[in-house]
């Protein structure tokens, strides 16, 4: 006697965000991308334990700086935010500490937000850049990371 059991996976796809790309809730959780969902789905069909937005890092400490005001004309002091970054997935594999970003489509923005990333990285830590779930699978071979998949060498 066989027991089948179906699940309901839910997935709701939302407006159109900037550059093509869409939001997407699956499992209750909020993604700002089919691509960051799919790296999500795929990193739990190979069995690799991770986490989702596990830390938010700061990438450039806030402050002051005078400023001009065009209203009233004068000088004052204005307050600088500090900026964070907080990348996608975080595998935790043989004392390594490994950071994926799933990125489609890069900006200038982006580009300086990731250099000023991995500049805080420590020694243990590791980031990857990754455009592809293709490439998502082969990082997770190449690294040799811990999987549930029997066979590394299947094509998924």
């Known amino acids: ?66 400023a001009w005001s065009e209203k009233t004309k004068s000088i004052y002091i204005s307050k600088i935010p500090s900026r964070k970054y907080t990348p996608e997935f975080t595998i935790h594999d043989k004392g390594r500490e490994i950071i994926i970003e799933m990125k489609g489509m890069r900006t200038a923005a982006f580009n300086i937000r990731w250099d000023l990333f991995r500049k805080t990285l420590e020694p243990h830590q590791e980031a990857y850049l990754i455009k592809t779930i293709g490439d998502l699978v082969l990082l997770v071979q190449t690294l040799g990371i811990k999987s549930k998949i029997k066979n590394p060498n299947i094509q998924l």
């Not at 809730?25 to 089919?34: A, E, L, N, P, T």
């Not at 960051?36 to 990193?43: G, I």
Request: charged share 25%; no cysteine; proline share 2%.
């Open 1 to 66: 006697m066989f027991t089948i059991i179906f699940t309901f996976i839910d997935i709701i796809t939302l407006p159109m965000a900037k550059y093509g790309n869409r939001e997407v809730i699956y499992q209750g959780i909020k993604f700002d991308s089919v691509l960051e969902r799919n790296a999500f789905m795929r990193l739990e069909f190979l069995g690799v334990e991770f986490k989702y937005h596990e830390k938010t890092y700061t990438i450039a400490n806030g402050g002051t700086a005078k």
